[in-house]
């Protein structure tokens, strides 16, 4: 059974970092891309970053790139997101998610929580 | 960056009925485009992929269609479970995007 659980998240003021945490469980981690998505209160989904399997490749929203970092340890089955200089319009529910072939997300994590709050 | 707009931004129906949702693409993803079901206080669900194909495990009654700008996301007839968030998202280049949601509520 494919198992995605995130941590990381938390109550920040802006311009503070943070890492979240993705561990993966139940599929060959390496073999898959895996990717981020947000979702800000009570508001839709946005794709924030894919990472493919190897970690050689990686792609970003224009809203986070420069500012947050996509990475993976796949001999931890872990997935990462270096997030850096937080705004408040990065408040959001960090899902992370498996990514099947052909970059649609067919598993996902329940979610880890991030506030920007001064 | 492509758009995604998703119509109409809410749908009232009764179980049993049918919806039939629309996603119209800023410009021609192809095939590329996937509908997710997301519940209150849930993560996102895949559905169908490639426009028309289901995700596992997903029931018959849930069917995508279109190609280029136009998508359609039918339920054949509504369960109490499929009153939730539907979600249009494409893969045609980078950024991938997602729709704004359908809100399909009884």
């Known amino acids: 059974e494919v198992q995605l659980l995130e941590s990381g998240g938390g109550l920040l003021q802006p311009g503070e970092s943070l890492r979240l945490s993705c561990a993966a469980s139940?599929?060959?981690?390496?073999?898959?891309?895996m990717t981020w998505v947000r979702q800000a209160p009570g508001k839709g989904l946005e794709w924030v970053s894919t990472?493919?399997?190897?970690?050689?490749?990686?792609y970003y929203a224009d809203s986070v790139r420069g500012r947050f970092t996509i990475s993976r340890d796949n001999s931890k089955n872990t997935l990462y997101l270096q997030v850096n200089r937080l705004r408040a319009e990065d408040t959001a529910v960090y899902y992370c998610?498996?990514?099947?072939?052909?970059?649609?997300?067919?598993?996902w994590g329940q979610g880890t929580l991030v506030t920007v709050s001064s | 960056e492509i758009v995604l707009a998703q119509s109409p931004a809410t749908l009232s129906l009764s179980p049993g009925e049918r919806a039939t949702l629309s996603c119209r693409a800023s410009?021609?993803?192809?095939?590329?485009l996937a509908w997710y079901q997301q519940k209150p206080g849930q993560a996102p669900r895949l559905l169908i992929y490639?426009?028309?194909n289901r995700a596992t495990g997903i029931p018959t009654r849930f069917s995508g269609s279109g190609s280029g700008t136009d998508f359609t996301l039918t339920i054949s007839s509504l369960e109490p479970e499929d009153f939730a968030v539907y979600y249009c998202?494409?893969?045609?280049?980078?950024?991938?995007?997602f729709g704004g949601g359908t809100t399909v509520e009884i």
């Open positions: 139940g599929f060959t981690f390496s073999s898959y891309a």
């Open positions: 490639d426009a028309s």
């Open positions: 998610a498996k990514v099947l072939i052909g970059w649609w997300f067919d598993y």
């Open positions: 998202q494409h893969r045609a280049n980078w950024p991938l995007t």
């Open positions: 990472i493919i399997g190897s970690g050689a490749g990686t």
């Open positions: 410009q021609s993803v192809g095939s590329y």
